[in-house]
Nanobody, 117 residues
Framework: QVQLVESGGGLVQAGGSLRLSCAASGSIRSVGGMGWYRQAPGKQREWVASITNGGTTNYADSVKGRFTISRDSAKNTVYLQMNSLKPDDTAVYYC???????????WGQGTQVTVSS
């Protein structure tokens, strides 16, 4: 129904910046909002940021003030601008889209972000 293609991961130094992109295709009108999650080695997947179709954004406390989620509606693309990166930000980052009137959601393939000190 919905396909998500991520890009932008890589290796950066602590204090650096990285911009992740997630392009959505398929039954986009069914999407109620999108978000970013991450999973570090040995840890559970955690929510990072989200944005609704109305443009409301929310962030995990650990990334507030450093990360910004945004969207380009014309391109059906969501971005995660990551600034002041820390080694603790190292994780596989996943794009997620949740479906209106449904408990289901769709996931991207994940992109590795590695922050070195």
């Amino acid at each position: 129904q919905v396909q998500l293609v991520e890009s932008g991961g890589g290796l950066v130094q602590a204090g650096g910046s990285l911009r992740l992109s997630c392009a959505a295709s398929g039954s986009i009108r069914s999407v109620g909002g999108m978000g970013w999650y991450r999973q570090a080695p040995g840890k559970q997947r955690e929510w990072v940021a989200s944005i609704t179709n109305g443009g409301t954004t929310n962030y995990a406390d650990s990334v507030k003030g450093r990360f910004t989620i945004s969207r380009d509606s014309a391109k059906n693309t969501v971005y995660l601008q990551m600034n002041s990166l820390k080694p603790d930000d190292t994780a596989v980052y996943y794009c997620n889209a949740w479906i209106r009137y449904s408990a289901s959601s769709y996931w991207g393939q994940g992109t590795q972000v590695t922050v070195s000190s």
